[in-house]
Nanobody
Framework: QVQLVESGGGLVQAGGSLRLTCAPSGRAFSAYVVAWFRRAPGKERQYVTSISWTSGNTYYVDSVKGRFSISRDNAKNTVYLQMNNLKPEDTAVYYC???????????????????WGQGTQVTVSS
Protein backbone atom coordinates (compact mmCIF):
# COMPACT_ATOMS: atom_id res chain seq x y z
CA GLN A 1 0.00 0.00 0.00
CA VAL A 2 1.25 3.45 -0.85
CA GLN A 3 2.14 5.73 2.01
CA LEU A 4 3.25 9.33 1.98
CA VAL A 5 6.40 10.29 3.82
CA GLU A 6 7.21 13.86 4.79
CA SER A 7 10.72 15.07 5.54
CA GLY A 8 12.59 18.33 5.98
CA GLY A 9 11.07 19.65 9.16
CA GLY A 10 13.14 21.06 11.99
CA LEU A 11 13.91 24.02 14.19
CA VAL A 12 14.57 27.37 12.55
CA GLN A 13 14.74 30.97 13.67
CA ALA A 14 12.13 33.48 12.59
CA GLY A 15 12.92 34.74 9.11
CA GLY A 16 14.58 31.48 8.15
CA SER A 17 13.62 28.89 5.54
CA LEU A 18 12.85 25.22 5.32
CA ARG A 19 11.93 22.93 2.46
CA LEU A 20 9.56 20.06 3.14
CA THR A 21 9.40 17.02 0.90
CA CYS A 22 6.51 14.63 0.36
CA ALA A 23 7.24 11.37 -1.40
CA PRO A 24 5.49 8.03 -1.65
CA SER A 25 6.93 4.94 -0.05
CA GLY A 26 6.31 1.48 -1.37
CA ARG A 27 5.43 2.35 -4.92
CA ALA A 28 4.62 5.28 -7.14
CA PHE A 29 1.11 6.64 -7.06
CA SER A 30 -1.12 8.75 -9.23
CA ALA A 31 -2.79 11.70 -7.56
CA TYR A 32 -5.15 14.41 -8.76
CA VAL A 33 -4.11 16.88 -6.08
CA VAL A 34 -1.44 16.98 -3.39
CA ALA A 35 -1.83 19.33 -0.46
CA TRP A 36 -0.07 20.40 2.70
CA PHE A 37 -1.96 20.83 5.95
CA ARG A 38 -0.66 21.80 9.36
CA ARG A 39 -1.73 21.42 12.95
CA ALA A 40 -0.49 23.98 15.45
CA PRO A 41 -0.46 23.15 19.17
CA GLY A 42 -3.98 23.24 20.53
CA LYS A 43 -5.55 23.94 17.16
CA GLU A 44 -7.34 21.98 14.48
CA ARG A 45 -5.60 20.83 11.34
CA GLN A 46 -5.56 23.61 8.75
CA TYR A 47 -5.17 23.65 4.98
CA VAL A 48 -2.02 25.43 3.81
CA THR A 49 -1.59 24.88 0.09
CA SER A 50 -2.26 22.44 -2.74
CA ILE A 51 -1.17 21.69 -6.28
CA SER A 52 -2.98 20.01 -9.14
CA TRP A 53 -0.79 17.22 -10.42
CA THR A 54 -1.74 17.62 -14.08
CA SER A 55 -2.27 21.36 -14.50
CA GLY A 56 0.19 22.56 -11.88
CA ASN A 57 -2.36 25.06 -10.56
CA THR A 58 -1.56 26.08 -7.01
CA TYR A 59 -3.58 27.52 -4.15
CA TYR A 60 -2.51 29.04 -0.84
CA VAL A 61 -4.12 30.10 2.37
CA ASP A 62 -3.77 33.88 2.80
CA SER A 63 -1.41 33.64 5.76
CA VAL A 64 1.33 31.99 3.69
CA LYS A 65 0.93 33.74 0.34
CA GLY A 66 4.20 35.25 -0.81
CA ARG A 67 6.20 33.17 1.68
CA PHE A 68 5.43 29.54 0.85
CA SER A 69 5.70 27.85 -2.52
CA ILE A 70 4.45 24.39 -3.47
CA SER A 71 5.93 22.53 -6.42
CA ARG A 72 6.07 19.04 -7.87
CA ASP A 73 8.55 16.83 -9.62
CA ASN A 74 6.59 14.48 -11.84
CA ALA A 75 9.56 12.25 -12.56
CA LYS A 76 10.26 11.73 -8.86
CA ASN A 77 6.59 11.62 -7.89
CA THR A 78 7.50 14.16 -5.22
CA VAL A 79 6.00 17.39 -3.92
CA TYR A 80 7.94 20.14 -2.19
CA LEU A 81 6.93 22.95 0.12
CA GLN A 82 9.43 25.79 0.20
CA MET A 83 8.83 27.93 3.25
CA ASN A 84 10.56 31.29 3.47
CA ASN A 85 10.42 34.11 5.99
CA LEU A 86 9.08 31.72 8.59
CA LYS A 87 7.23 33.11 11.57
CA PRO A 88 6.64 31.65 15.05
CA GLU A 89 2.97 31.21 14.13
CA ASP A 90 4.04 28.77 11.41
CA THR A 91 5.07 26.34 14.13
CA ALA A 92 3.07 23.16 13.59
CA VAL A 93 3.15 19.58 12.46
CA TYR A 94 2.96 19.65 8.66
CA TYR A 95 1.13 16.89 6.83
CA CYS A 96 1.20 15.91 3.21
CA UNK A 97 -2.09 14.69 1.76
CA UNK A 98 -3.16 13.42 -1.63
CA UNK A 99 -6.41 12.91 -3.43
CA UNK A 100 -6.12 9.84 -5.62
CA UNK A 101 -9.82 9.45 -6.43
CA UNK A 102 -12.58 11.86 -7.27
CA UNK A 103 -10.93 14.47 -9.44
CA UNK A 104 -8.71 17.54 -9.36
CA UNK A 105 -11.09 20.09 -7.85
CA UNK A 106 -9.83 22.60 -5.30
CA UNK A 107 -10.71 21.92 -1.67
CA UNK A 108 -9.45 22.99 1.74
CA UNK A 109 -11.36 20.22 3.52
CA UNK A 110 -9.17 17.44 4.85
CA UNK A 111 -11.97 14.94 4.23
CA UNK A 112 -11.40 15.45 0.49
CA UNK A 113 -7.96 13.83 0.68
CA UNK A 114 -7.67 10.09 1.05
CA UNK A 115 -3.93 9.53 1.49
CA TRP A 116 -1.94 11.07 4.36
CA GLY A 117 1.57 11.13 5.72
CA GLN A 118 2.58 10.94 9.37
CA GLY A 119 3.66 14.56 9.55
CA THR A 120 6.87 16.44 10.17
CA GLN A 121 7.44 18.98 12.94
CA VAL A 122 8.33 22.55 12.05
CA THR A 123 9.31 24.82 14.93
CA VAL A 124 10.05 28.50 14.42
CA SER A 125 11.70 30.31 17.28
CA SER A 126 11.37 34.05 17.83
Amino acid sequence: QVQLVESGGGLVQAGGSLRLTCAPSGRAFSAYVVAWFRRAPGKERQYVTSISWTSGNTYYVDSVKGRFSISRDNAKNTVYLQMNNLKPEDTAVYYCAARTVGGSYYSEEDSRYNLWGQGTQVTVSS
